[in-house]
C-alpha cells in the first residue's frame, strides 16, 4: 500500500528556513517521482518542486527556484524539502504526491499518490 506522510511544518518567521519531510512506504524512491506541492488558503494546489525516480534530477517553480531544495534519501524511503529565505506568500499547507514513473513534473493531475500535508506559515 502507498503511503505518503508529510512532516515538519512549523510557524516560521520571514527570512528563516524550514526543512519538510515526506516519509514514504509501499514503493522505493527509484520506482516513483515524487513531488511538493502547496495550496495557500483560497487558492489552487501548485506545484513547488519534483524529482525525478530516474536520476533524482529536480525542477522547480518559479515563485521558489533558488530558495527550496528537493532531495531524496532512497535508504529512508524519504523525500525532503529544504525551505530558505521563506516569505509570508509561502504560507500554505504543503503536500508530497507520487507517481509511478520516471517523469517528474508539477502538474498536480499527474500524481495519483498523495500525503495529507503539513501546515506551513511564515509571519512575524
Known amino acids: 500500500q502507498v503511503q505518503l506522510v508529510e512532516s515538519g511544518g512549523d510557524l516560521v518567521q520571514p527570512g528563516g528556513s524550514l526543512t519538510l519531510s515526506c516519509e514514504t512506504s509501499?514503493?522505493?524512491?527509484?520506482?516513483?517521482?515524487i513531488a511538493w506541492f502547496r495550496q495557500a488558503p483560497g487558492k489552487e494546489r501548485e506545484g513547488v518542486s519534483c524529482i525525478s525516480s530516474a536520476d533524482g534530477s529536480a525542477a522547480y517553480s518559479e515563485a521558489v527556484k533558488g530558495r527550496f531544495t528537493i532531495s531524496r534519501d532512497i535508504f529512508k524511503n524519504t523525500v525532503y524539502l529544504q525551505m530558505n529565505s521563506l516569505k509570508p506568500e509561502d504560507t500554505a499547507v504543503y503536500y508530497c504526491?507520487?507517481?509511478?514513473?520516471?517523469?517528474?513534473?508539477?502538474?498536480?493531475?499527474?500524481?495519483?499518490?498523495w500525503g495529507r500535508g503539513t501546515q506551513v506559515t511564515i509571519s512575524s
Open positions: 509501499g514503493f522505493t524512491l527509484e520506482s516513483y517521482s
Open positions: 504526491a507520487a507517481d509511478p514513473s520516471t517523469l517528474a513534473v508539477l502538474e498536480r493531475a499527474w500524481y495519483r499518490h
